[in-house]
Nanobody, 115 residues
Framework: QVQLVESGGGLVQPGGSLRLSCAAS????????MGWYRRAPGKQRELVAD???????NFTDSVKGRFTISRDNTRNTVALQMNNLKPEDTAVYYC?????????WGQGTQVTVSS
């Protein structure tokens, strides 16, 4: 069983930054893609960014140039650095890991961007 635990969410003003971290109970290098999804109020969950085992990254258009994703195989973590946050980034953010054809999810962390 794989467990993912997110941290780092909170309230930030527009233009501010937050860093989300996801700690995995299993060695990160074992996973295929790892990523971050979000669900805003009244909307479906969407992929924000993901990173392959080979460190290739992918971002949804709305966060390109503002967010970066990284994985640390020695610390079993994947992180999402969010800069220049906008009110429309407000959502619950979920860590995701794909392993042996299965999807694993964290419990989610709230990010609120408001003045």
């Amino acid at each position: 069983q794989v467990q993912l635990v997110e941290s780092g969410g909170g309230l930030v003003q527009p233009g501010g930054s937050l860093r989300l971290s996801c700690a995995a109970s299993k060695r990160v290098f074992s996973f295929d893609n790892m990523g971050w999804y979000r669900r805003a109020p009244g909307k479906q969950r969407e992929l924000v960014a993901d990173i392959t085992r080979g460190y290739s990254t992918n971002f949804t258009d709305s966060v390109k140039g503002r967010f970066t994703i990284s994985r640390d195989n020695t610390r079993n973590t994947v992180a999402l650095q969010m800069n220049n946050l906008k009110p429309e980034d407000t959502a619950v953010y979920y860590c995701n890991a794909k392993y042996l054809g299965n999807d694993y999810w964290g419990q989610g962390t709230q990010v609120t961007v408001s003045s």
